[in-house]
């Protein structure tokens, strides 16, 4: 069984960062593409960042220039780097992992935090 622990997310004031992180523990053998997907309060959730094993990213258009993905395959973790944050970047931030688990390639999801921007 696979596992994704995040870090705490919490309350940032506008203008603020805030770093996220997420670790893969379980039965798995390799890890493909690890990202970070939000969703707001009546709202779908939406990609905010992935990154493959190779390093290769993507990003939501709402977040480019302002968040960066990185992750450190030797430790099985991604982390969002969240910069010049605004109060519409509020919303709960689940990881989300692509692995190979014996043969089959799973998707797994972390429990979510919150990230709350306001003044």
């Known amino acids: 069984q696979v596992q994704l622990v995040e870090s705490v997310g919490g309350l940032v004031q506008p203008g603020g960062s805030l770093r996220l992180s997420c670790l893969a523990s379980?039965?798995?053998?390799?890890?493909?593409?690890m990202g970070w997907y939000r969703q707001a309060p009546g709202k779908q959730r939406e990609l905010v960042a992935a990154?493959?094993?190779?390093?290769?990213?993507n990003y939501g258009d709402s977040v480019k220039g302002r968040f960066t993905i990185s992750r450190d395959n030797a430790k099985n973790t991604v982390y969002l780097q969240m910069n010049s944050l605004k109060p519409e970047d509020t919303a709960v931030y689940y990881c989300?992992?692509?692995?190979?688990?014996?043969?089959?390639?799973?998707?797994?999801w972390g429990q979510g935090t919150q990230v709350t921007v306001s003044s």
């Open positions: 989300n992992a692509e692995l190979w688990s014996d043969l089959d390639l799973v998707t797994s």
């Open positions: 379980g039965r798995f053998f390799s890890i493909n593409t």
């Open positions: 990154i493959t094993s190779g390093h290769s990213t």
